[in-house]
């Protein structure tokens, strides 16, 4: 069971990499001043949590990266829908944000297997 496991964790680490370099590439040639700092940011703090999940740092932690990421899909999904009140016209859907909501939603499933499976090893 460690050893698959550990799968997870590593799988998690690189579905949150990828998506943050593909926000990090999306965010760089913005002219939109604030999806630039979303994007930044966002990218950053994705590839951070990276260091969370291959060094096991615990159940709190991945749980602010799973926050975390639900918070951006459902920014992508809302800004998506004509009329938002985010920005009040509807979003394209390209090819770089349907693969980066791949691989956030990817990183959700994951880590809530994590967090559930290290609950049942814990009991």
Known sequence: MPDK?????????????I??????IMGIPSNNQNSQ?????????QIF?????IRK??????????????????IWV??????????GRGGRI???GIITEVFQIAFVGIVIAIIVLGARKSI
């Open 78 to 87: 809302i800004t998506r829908i004509p009329e938002n009140f985010i920005t």
């Open 94 to 96: 390209s090819d770089n």
């Open 19 to 24: 998506a943050g370099i593909i926000h990090l």
């Open 5 to 17: 496991l550990n799968i997870l964790f590593y799988t998690a680490g690189a579905t949150t990499g």
């Open 37 to 45: 700092i979303l994007f930044v940011v966002g990218g950053i703090m």
């Open 57 to 74: 740092w615990g159940t709190l932690w991945y749980s602010i990266g799973l926050g975390g990421t639900i918070i951006f899909i459902l």
């Open 49 to 53: 949590w990276v260091i969370p999940l």
